[in-house]
Structure formats: C-alpha cells, structure tokens
C-alpha cells in the first residue's frame, strides 16, 4: 500500500466501513475516500472482496440436504403429542 | 397467494407461504384442519428451523430436540401468538431461547463434572452421525479453489461466537430484515448490526489467515 492512501483513511477505517458500503450508505465524501483508498490497496480491495462473499452465502454455499429422517422423527414426535395428524 | 397445505412438489417461498395471515388462521381453526396445517408448517420449515439450530449446538442430537421442543413451544403459543410478527420470526425466537436454554443447561453440567469434561465433549462429537457443517465443502470432482473457499469460510463460520453465529445465520443465511432478526434474538437492531459486522469480519479474517497458511511452503494444506 503506498503511503500517499495510507495518509487519508487507514486500512483498518476502510474495512470498518465496508459494512456501510455493502448497505450502499456511505456519505459522498467518505465514499470518495474510500474508494480512493480501495483503487490504491490491493489488500483492501481483497478484504472486500471476501467480505461481500461472506455476506451473501447464498452464492457459494450448498448445504448438505438433512436425510428426512430427521424431519420424519419430529414428526412422529408430534403425532404422539396430538399437535399433527396422520396425513 | 394459496396457503392450504401442499401435497409437496413445486414451492415458491414456504416462509412467505406460512406468515400469510390466512395460514395463521388455518391454524388456529382447530381440530383436523389445524393438525393437517401444523404438519406442513413442521415439513417446510423444520430443515431451515434445524440449519439454524446446528449454527449453535455443536451436536445434530440436541439441534433436533430443540427444535422439537420449539414446535411443542408453537402449539402452545399459537392461541396467544397475536400476529405482530411474522410467524418465523416468532418461531426463530421461540427457538433462539430454547437454544439458550440447552447451552446453559450444558454449562451446568459441565460445571458439575469438569473431570469428565474431555470424555463429555468426545462422546458429542460421537452423537452425530450427519456430517457437520464444515463439511459444505463439495465433492472432490468439483472445482477445487472455488470449493475450498467455500469450506474456509464455512469453517470460519462455524468458529464464530455463538452471538455472531446466530445473527450471521439469521441475516446473511436466511436473509431476515435487521429488525427482524433484532426480534428474533432480543437484541437491538444497533446491536445486531454490530454483531453482524463482527461476524463478516471474523470470517474474512479467519479466511485470509487459512489461505495465507495455504501458500507457506512445507506448511500442511487442507
Ligand atoms: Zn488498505
């Protein structure tokens, strides 16, 4: 990172922001700084990155589907208490 | 939008489905017709209600009882449940507190048996036959630097304080509203935000730190 966009917003206050970046809520001036910062610090630009692949899971992540069984147990958990029925 | 029970096949959104104000009255309409509801209430949601369970307990066994014992907590309810909320958002909180309640109930006994702690904590890890989540990770034929991406940052979410755990799961994972998700925990919405920050940060530190362990010759890789 070069010391002329370390001199405005630190590594650290870029990544505090990015919260606010991902929400689309960083006032102008703080967006200009920020995105200064970020075209100047290429591990800024990887935080980032990886912090909006951890806030959209969705995109990546596959869970491993639950055998039914699990839902079959419950079920029968509750027919024996009366909150279900049969069908 | 149809809320009677469905007799499986397409499904758009079950949750949007089930906070309908309609599907609340079919279950509270008593009799076969509540139980026939109740049960297609438990079939769409149990799997969402258990994912979130296993965010916090480490064991399948105990995610499944309180989930269960949350189903009981809905029946009961459901005549006093006044609708201010969305029905899932009340049963995440129905099921957040009884989370709580097995986690401070094993504190409790883990206090009363610190000997055995190792042994206890063992025979946990033996409970569950499914594998844990860690194991998002794809099968080998799938492309390798994309799945063991996934599996670091699943990994990292796995090692994240139950708090953060929990707010990540319900806002990131299942896409609940800030206040929302506020409800469902007892926090405040400040708070949530602020969890939920920690929580992406920790995740992306914990990945950075594995794929710099990654690229360290001589060093074991996974
Ligand atoms: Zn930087």
């Known amino acids: 990172m070069s010391l002329f966009y370390a001199l405005y917003y630190p590594c650290d206050k870029v990544r505090d922001f990015a919260y606010d970046y991902l929400e689309g809520k960083l006032g102008l001036l703080t967006g200009f700084r920020f995105k200064r910062h970020l075209r100047g610090c290429e591990e800024c630009q990887e935080y980032i990155k990886l912090y909006r692949m951890a806030a959209d899971p969705s995109k990546f992540t596959f869970e491993n589907p639950l055998p039914s069984e699990f839902l079959d147990h419950t079920l029968q958990f509750l027919k024996e208490r009366g909150v279900v029925g049969d069908g | 939008m ?25 279950l509270l309409a008593g009799g076969r017709e509540s139980q026939r509801t109740f049960g297609w209430l438990v079939k769409v949601t149990h799997d969402r209600f258990l994912a979130f369970a296993r965010r916090s ?26 609708g201010k909320s969305k029905l899932t958002t009340w049963m995440y909180s129905l099921l957040h507190h009884k989370i709580c309640d097995c986690i401070a109930e094993k504190e409790r006994s883990r206090e009363e048996m610190v000997e055995s702690h190792e042994a206890q904590l063992s025979t946990e890890t033996n409970v569950d036959s499914w594998q844990p989540l860690t194991a998002w990770d794809a099968p080998a034929d ?79 890789t996974r």
């Open chain 2, 2 to 26: 149809e809320t009677k029970p469905l007799q499986g096949g397409e499904r758009s959104d079950p949750f949007a489905e089930v906070n309908a104000p309609e599907f609340l009255a079919r």
């Open chain 2, 142 to 220: 799938r492309v390798l630097v994309r799945a063991s991406l996934e599996t670091k940052i699943s990994e990292a979410v796995s090692a994240l304080p139950v708090a953060a755990r929990e707010v990540y799961h319900l806002r990131d994972v299942e896409g609940l509203s800030g206040d929302e998700a506020a409800e469902a925990l007892g926090l405040s919405s400040a708070n949530v935000r602020v969890q939920l920050h920690r929580a992406r940060r920790l995740i992306v530190e914990h990945v950075q730190e594995s794929l710099r362990s990654d690229v360290i010759p001589g060093k074991a």
């Open chain 2, 57 to 82: 307990l480490s064991s399948l066994e105990e995610s499944r009882e309180v989930v269960q014992e949350m189903y009981l907590a809905v029946h009961k309810g459901l005549p006093k449940f006044e």
